[in-house]
């Protein structure tokens, strides 16, 4: 007979309140059992007293062979009474099947957005360089007959200038 150390509800619907029991495997989960070793009370802060059991009692049927389920053996591991190795499934977070392939497609889609950017961008760059080395060409050309130009206005303004004031400053002392 194959015991198993487990969780048999009770309390009212949305009001859970656990055995913790040993029955036989093929026993329903809230059906016969062979003893009650203590209560799991979810509804209780983790930091109270939520889950009670007799250590004792736990230890005389763990030697008779019953196995812990997985929430029993996380009690168990608790309390320092056995040691519950951690599960490890690394595929488990993983997307499945079909949104692999959509993220696959996806992935495709922009490094060839990105390929196409890439090779657009140098494409221009080449024309405006190519543009600007002409427009600069001609430029440099006009530019030195547009600074000669001000420099030339600039001159006769200044001169202006001095004749005002030497008007302005007559015409005060007359």
């Given at each position: 007979m194959s015991l198993k150390i487990r969780l048999a509800r009770g309390g009212s619907k949305k009001r859970p309140h656990y055995s913790i029991v040993v029955a036989d495997v093929r026993s329903p989960r809230d059906g016969r059992f062979i003893e009650k070793l203590g209560t799991y009370d979810p509804l209780l802060p983790k930091d109270g007293e939520r889950v009670k059991f007799d250590a004792d009692r736990?230890?005389?049927?763990?030697?008779?062979?019953?196995?812990?389920?997985?929430r029993v053996l996380r009690f168990l591991d608790a309390a320092g009474?056995?040691?519950?190795?951690?599960?490890?499934?690394?595929?488990?977070?993983?997307?499945?099947?079909?949104a692999q392939e959509r993220l696959d497609e996806k992935k495709?889609?922009?490094?060839?957005?990105?390929?196409?950017?890439?090779?657009?961008?140098?494409?221009?760059?080449?024309?405006?360089?190519?543009?600007?080395?002409?427009?600069?060409?001609?430029?440099?050309?006009a530019a030195p007959a547009e600074e000669?130009?001000?420099?030339?206005?600039?001159?006769?303004?200044?001169?202006?200038?001095?004749?005002?004031?030497?008007?302005?400053?007559?015409?005060?002392?007359?």
């Open positions: 736990v230890q005389h049927w763990l030697g008779h062979g019953a196995r812990p389920t997985d009474i056995l040691k519950r190795e951690p599960r490890n499934n690394p595929t488990k977070a993983l997307p499945g099947k079909k495709a889609k922009e490094e060839e957005a990105a390929a196409a950017e890439a090779e657009a961008p140098a494409e221009e760059v080449a024309e405006e360089v190519a543009e600007a080395t002409e427009a600069a060409a001609p430029a440099e050309e000669a130009a001000p420099a030339e206005e600039a001159a006769p303004a200044e001169d202006a200038a001095p004749a005002e004031e030497s008007e302005t400053e007559e015409a005060k002392a007359g």
